[in-house]
């Protein structure tokens, strides 16, 4: 006799930032404090929803097409998935079904090793430096994929172009990721690399600096051979993925680079002036090229301070995770929200 | 010297039917004739699209309660997905981890194969009769896991529920999935055995009966802990899936049980009605209790009217697959969408 339970796979899922169903200062996961651009709400407005009984159109053309023509590339070498999130879970199952192991940093995005565990992909998590950095070199040996957010999160440190392509330099023979999912708040993006580098694949997200990460698009950027394995893929997993308003919708989006370019530059300005605030009130962070900081007091525990803001209905991201388990990531917000958080701040260190 | 290309995972995808982009009558995936309910259109047109800055929840709290009402469970028994294929999807890969073959009919949905390749699972295709009907008594072994589409697709054939009931009291080792994708237009749906069997997960969608196949809206019911298992698959791809406007769509559908009963009923008069046009051909089928008819004709090969049908712009499907490749499966479409069907048939068979 067995038992159906056993046969369950074991899984430690990912545990994405609260989602408070009250009011409060959400400065927890990294959303953008602007609303998506007016056009998309005029496309959603105007939606024929008679269309809404056919299935979307499974190759996702118009949107793939809408960000190839904002990057200078082919709709070959689009990929588009529900969020960032899908596009890398494909491209996991995708690209990595080495002997070898899977090589990206102990400090990152968390969900890289909840994807090797689920998809049973061996890999290996690099010690980054005591200040955070990658050391380049660390990803030279032999390997069976490479993954870096560039820039990393939740450090927020950014590494320049030429940090990327010695490490493509270097690896020819496997894929590597770049996850570029805050590389519009000041970063310079590896996408030219894909002309050079055939295996190099730049997955981006309009969660953050496109304000849409209530319709759930990301997408990866490569060579026609490597879009092409993860259309497979994902034609082996759900034929539809983006329903007919988000195509429409994340179409509208790219289209409105104005208001793109306008938010992203509140928010950056927002970050050097709390940047500046913070530093006065005894935190110390990494230069960060995103839309969050990552700071440490010199005083009080981050978890007190966590707790704290908490409090007042403040809520930051905290990690109780080796090596930052004194740090606290804090998204940018309006210039509004940030003067609350200093306020907040100034009460609880005082 | 290796080839990054050595670690593709070798896939055979699966191909949905075509998505004609020139005006057809559509009769080739399953799609729903009638545009969903108007409820869905009013609260799209009222969505505030200040909250697409913010990640939808990630439980999908408001669409499991509304669908948990409407089948008299709670919450906690009901999962949702991207359309159903994103429902199953998760549902293999969270259940089907054992070393003995998951069961499942040769001729049925094809994804059931597509995935289990995808995710290493160990099968066995059972065959069916030769009236395309099922032996449940094939499904009386050990086995590590069975999917039953009920009605089955594409043969059209519903078995009651005490068929379905007589292989879960033969299988309580290992989880027994029931994919209704068809359950509203004729059959009986096994929801209420899941208060007596706590391994069966029963699927169902929002693409057929409820004309929302633009949306992508499926889910499942099952005992708590077959719930939680999926969950936590589920946490560990991709943590919010459904996106806001899909959300409070789902709800607003599932609210109008007047238009949902009307349409069904609609559809299922005009499949009668059809099936009389289709005899008086020279066809014949199986007793359809879905939206569509599987048919073979008793002089012409299924291609050759397929072919002849594509010309006067009627899409239905055709598999160029074993024991089905003298079969056509027609979708039902509005009455005059039939009425076309049956003047474009006259004229080929004539």
Redesign the interface.
Known sequence: ?????????K??????GE?PKKKVI?LN?N??????S?K??EI??S?D??????????DCTILRDSIAKRYGFDEKNVFVG??S??VL?VAF??????DKEVLFPDITYSFYS??A??YNIKYRQVKVNDDFTINKEDYYSDN??IVIANPNAPTAICEPLEFIEDILKNN????VIVDEAYIDFGGVSAVELIRKYE?LLVVQTF?KSR??????IGFAIGNE?LIK?M????????????????LV?GVACIEDEEYFNETVEKIVNTRERTKEELKNLGFTFTDSKTNFIFATHKDLFAKFIFEELKKKDIFVRYFSLPRIDNYLRITIGTDEEMDELIASLKEIIK
């Open positions: 006799m067995g038992d159906f339970r056993d046969n369950f796979r899984v430690v899922p990912y545990v994405p989602q959400k996961t959303e953008n404090p602007y609303p998506p007016n998309v709400n959603i407005k939606f929803n008679n269309k809404n009984k056919l299935y979307p159109d499974p529900v969020g999130d899908d879970s199952l995708s690209f990595f079904n080495s909840v994807w565990d689920l069976g994929g020819t023979d496997s894929v295996n969660s304000s849409l990460a209530g319709m759930r051979e394995e259309n497979d893929v994902k034609f082996s997993i759900n034929s539809y993925t983006l329903n007919q308003v988000s919708s």
